[in-house]
C-alpha cells in the first residue's frame, strides 16, 4: 500500500528537519529509508541546499573503525573494511582525506597515545586489529620471564601480583620500556589490566581497563572499569539526575 499523504508530509517534515540539523542528503535517505533523489527534492524544495562536496563525514575516527570490525573467538575483532593494495593488505581506513592503518587507530584507542613505531598483532590472530592487542614496534623490549609453569593465566597473575596494606593490588612482573605491564602466557602477551578485569567480572573487557581507586595502576579486580562500565554508569547517573556527570 502506497503511503498515505499524511504520511508522505510527516516523512517530508523530517528530512526538513535533518537537512537543517546539517545532515547530508545520503545520511537523509539512508535513514529514512528514501531515495536519495527524493530527499534532494524536498530538500531544493525548503531551500536547504545540499552540502558541499555532496557528503559529510558524520563519524568520528574511531566510530567509522568500530563500524569496520567483527569480533571472532578468542577476543580478536577482524576488519571487514579496506586494505592497502600492496602485498602485506594491512588494514587500512580513510577519514576526513586521511589514510590510516586500523591498527594504529586500535593501538590509540587502547593506550590513548600515538604508537611511535607501528602498531602491530601481537596474539597470533591474522591482520588482528583488537585494541589490546597491539604493540608499539619502536617500544617493544625483551620481558624477562622467569621459567615457572602456571596452569592458568589467572594462577600467574596471582604469582605476579600482591595486595597491599590498604587493600589493593600492586604489580610485581616485567613492565615494557613504554610502562605496559605484560603478562605472557600461552605464547601471548596479555595486558595485566585486562586479565585482572576478566578474572574479577567474568567477561572480556570493552574499551580501555582504568582503575576507578587512587591507588596508582591498581590490578584490584573490584576497582578496574571498562568502557561499558563507565558508560553504564553514566547514563544511571543522567537517569537519576537529568544530566551528564
Ligand atoms: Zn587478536
Ligand atoms: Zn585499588
Given at each position: 500500500m502506497p503511503p498515505s499523504r499524511a504520511e508522505l508530509a510527516a516523512k517530508h517534515q523530517r528530512v526538513r528537519e535533518l537537512a537543517a540539523a546539517g545532515r547530508s542528503t545520503a545520511a537523509i535517505a539512508r535513514e529514512l529509508g528514501?531515495?536519495?533523489?527524493?530527499?534532494?527534492?524536498?530538500?531544493?524544495?525548503?531551500?536547504?541546499?545540499?552540502?558541499?562536496?555532496?557528503t559529510v563525514q558524520h563519524l568520528t575516527v574511531e566510530e567509522k573503525w568500530a563500524e569496520r570490525t567483527r569480533p571472532v573467538d578468542g577476543g580478536h575483532l577482524e576488519w571487514t573494511g579496506e586494505h592497502s593494495t600492496g602485498p602485506s593488505r594491512t588494514p587500512v581506513m580513510r577519514h576526513s582525506g586521511q589514510t590510516y592503518t586500523a591498527g594504529r587507530i586500535a593501538y590509540r584507542i587502547q593506550h590513548g597515545t600515538?604508537?611511535?613505531?607501528?602498531?602491530?598483532?601481537?596474539?597470533?590472530?591474522?591482520?588482528?586489529?583488537?585494541?589490546?592487542?597491539?604493540?608499539?614496534?619502536?617500544?617493544?623490549?625483551?620481558?624477562y620471564e622467569p621459567r615457572v609453569h602456571y596452569d592458568s593465566i589467572e594462577a600467574k597473575l596471582a604469582a605476579l601480583t600482591e595486595t597491599t596494606d590498604d587493600g589493593h593490588v600492586r604489580w610485581t612482573g616485567p613492565t615494557t620500556a613504554s610502562g605496559q605491564r605484560v603478562l605472557s602466557f600461552g605464547g601471548t602477551n596479555h595486558p595485566a589490566a585486562?586479565?585482572?578485569?576478566?578474572?574479577?567480572?567474568?567477561?572480556e573487557p570493552i574499551g580501555p581497563v582504568l582503575s576507578a581507586c587512587d591507588y596508582p595502576h591498581c590490578l584490584l579486580g573490584a576497582h578496574?572499569?571498562?568502557?561499558?562500565?563507565?558508560?553504564?554508569?553514566?547514563?544511571?547517573?543522567?537517569?537519576?539526575?537529568?544530566?551528564?556527570?
Open positions: 528514501m531515495d536519495r533523489r527524493s530527499v534532494r527534492e524536498v530538500r531544493a524544495t525548503a531551500g536547504i541546499p545540499a552540502l558541499p562536496g555532496g600515538d604508537p611511535t613505531g607501528h602498531a602491530k598483532p601481537d596474539c597470533g590472530h591474522h591482520r588482528c586489529v583488537a585494541p589490546a592487542h597491539q604493540y608499539d614496534t619502536a617500544t617493544r623490549q625483551p620481558v585486562r586479565v585482572a578485569f576478566r578474572a574479577h567480572w567474568g567477561r578496574l572499569d571498562d568502557k561499558q562500565a563507565r558508560d553504564a554508569f553514566r547514563a544511571m547517573f543522567t537517569g537519576l539526575f537529568g544530566r551528564a556527570v
